[in-house]
């Protein structure tokens, strides 16, 4: 059996070794092992201290192959983050479907359509907490922590896949629940809102540190979301239809 390296091995102990799929060639298993490993690194060191040979030696294959699957480095880490993306849009896409089918339907009374508008928006709050405090989002979410804070092209990818039409669907939630609000104060309260979702992630150390929380599992997880949905009804339900 072949000796593996450090990283292999650390991917081994959390689970992450990678099966391939039953209609997966061997080409696209070695291009699914590179963006794995290359998003752990390029989340841990960052794009300019990150070199494609330490992500081939971590990922076992050869590093042309990097060249041939992606061009170059720029290319990989691109095609991480279209990965990001995707993998957001297929756990989302049928929320987001329910979601625009909410706004378009027509309820019989007001009192329907806010309840059905604010259910709408919990369920997408509380399948974006469960993604962001899950283990599996760690590596994904410094990533995007790093583009938030000096974003390149990557983040325009993520940015136009995901992020901005959420936070549109979300604008148009809040605009139908309180159309006592402007435009610009609609955008001030998602922009607030979606913090209060991303800061489990963002500032996990933090809230663990304040809440006196070993750690943020199913039950922090939990309460965290039964605190949103409060804070989403404080702000949302006061006004009339």
Avoid at 149 to 169: C, H, K, M, N, R
Wanted: charged share 25%; proline share 3%; with cysteine.
């Amino acid at each position: 059996m072949p000796k593996m390296n450090h990283w292999q091995r650390h991917r081994l102990r959390k689970g992450t070794h990678f099966a391939a799929k039953p209609d997966q060639n061997r080409g696209d298993v070695t291009r699914d092992i590179l963006l794995q490993t290359a998003t752990s690194i390029f989340a841990r060191d960052g794009y300019d201290a990150t070199g494609t040979r330490a992500i081939a030696d971590a990922a076992g294959v050869n590093q042309a192959l990097i060249s041939y699957h992606f061009g170059n480095k720029h290319g990989l880490y691109l095609a991480v983050f279209e990965n990001i993306a995707a993998q957001i849009n297929i756990r989302f896409g049928n929320s987001i479907v329910a979601i625009k089918n909410t706004l378009t339907r027509e309820y019989p009374t007001k009192l329907e359509a806010r309840n059905g508008y604010f259910d709408a928006l919990i369920r997408l709050c509380t399948e974006f907490i469960d993604m962001l405090s899950s283990d599996d989002s760690i590596d994904k979410s410094r990533l995007m922590m790093r583009e938030q804070q000096s974003p390149t092209e990557a983040f325009d990818i993520v940015y136009g896949a995901f992020i901005g039409p959420s936070l549109q669907i979300i604008g148009e939630i809040f605009t139908r629940l309180r159309p006592d609000l402007n435009p610009q104060q609609i955008k001030l309260l998602v922009i607030s809102f979606f913090g209060q979702m991303i800061a489990i992630r963002a500032t996990r150390s933090s809230i663990c540190r304040f809440m006196d929380w070993p750690e943020i599992g199913k039950a922090e997880a939990e309460l965290y979301k039964n605190q949103m949905q409060e804070t989403a009804r404080a702000l949302l339900l006061r006004a009339e239809l």
